[in-house]
């Protein structure tokens, strides 16, 4: 399944209209982005409440809740020590399309 951000889609019309820079649009886009870091729990969550009409144990609760935890630190851990050091290097080469595909390539 694919999905596209709504600040992907708000950002070039923001940009478009030159409303970026101003307040309002920084406020909006700040929404936009908060709405996108909201789906991450709110798919972590997802199997407890579509659990297919069973009820949930407290071993799958605290399972999935370990995994998320396992899951969050990795991703701090990726973003901070690995990520760095790659954007640091692809930021040296000084080329706009190379830090454009390593970003979306991340």
Known sequence: AGSLSSSALALPVLEARGWKDLPEGAAALSILLLQDLA??????????????????????????????????????FLGSRVLRVAFDAVAAARSTETFVAATLLV
């Open 39 to 76: 789906v991450a729990p709110i798919l972590v969550a997802l199997p407890l409440v579509a659990g297919g009409g069973s009820a949930v144990a407290d071993g799958d609760i605290a399972l999935l809740a370990f995994k998320a935890t396992v899951g969050c630190c990795a991703v701090l």
